[in-house]
């Protein structure tokens, strides 16, 4: 099936001409969610906390607990 251009138009070999540009550059986009706003700041990482090691540590013994029953119970 024969591709479409932006114009809606049929391009038989399934390519777009190679003089043809983008309509926006990234340096266009760079800092904006599309809808005028800033993007918001990066996420930092933090330490994690006692309670969450303590809950991905249970996690952690509660999976091998289960995979130990289904594997030589």
Not at 46 to 71: Q, T
Request: proline letters at 12%.
């Amino acid at each position: 099936m024969a591709a479409r251009d932006p114009d809606g138009e049929r391009d038989p070999d399934g390519e777009r001409d190679s003089e043809e540009e983008w309509r926006y550059s990234l340096d266009d986009l760079d800092g904006a969610t599309g809808d005028g706003r800033p993007s918001p700041p990066p996420i930092e990482p933090e330490s994690p906390s006692p309670e969450n090691v303590l809950f991905f540590l249970l996690g952690v013994v509660a999976a091998l607990g289960i995979f130990g029953l289904l594997l030589f119970g």
